[in-house]
């Protein structure tokens, strides 16, 4: 199982990036599907949250202005980032909470990250 994620990149302040996470393998069933983030310095924390029914969960810092989507058919997860601000600068990182085809509990998954910069 891969978590890939992808989206990041160079965006003035009040911009917007949409960034995509992409699960493979042979799984049986996704749980929740999230992104979190770590700027410098700091630890990770969880950005957003959707469960498999499809309801939502952010963090005060984002809402209002992220939105968190999915797409069971594709085994994807998308972030949506509008009103970007420069404390919004971190690396990305999407987790899947999932089970394996031929287990019968869930795992915990990472992706790569991608790098997110708000800067004029």
């Known amino acids: 199982v891969q978590l890939q994620a992808s989206g990041g990149g160079l965006v003035q302040p009040g911009g917007s990036l949409r960034l995509s996470c992409v699960v493979s393998g042979s799984i049986n069933s996704i749980n929740t599907m999230d992104w979190y983030r770590q700027a410098p310095g700091k630890q990770r924390e969880l950005v957003a949250l959707?469960?498999?029914?499809?309801?939502?969960s952010y963090d005060d810092s984002v809402k209002g202005r992220f939105a968190i989507s999915r797409d069971n058919a594709k085994n994807t997860v998308y972030l949506l980032m509008n009103s970007l601000k420069p404390e919004d600068t971190a690396i990305y990182y999407c987790?899947?909470?999932?089970?394996?085809?031929?287990?019968?509990?869930?795992?915990?998954?990472w992706g790569q990250g991608t790098l997110v910069t708000v800067s004029s």
């Open positions: 959707i469960r498999s029914g499809g309801s939502t």
């Open positions: 987790h899947a909470n999932l089970i394996r085809s031929g287990r019968y509990y869930s795992d915990d998954y």
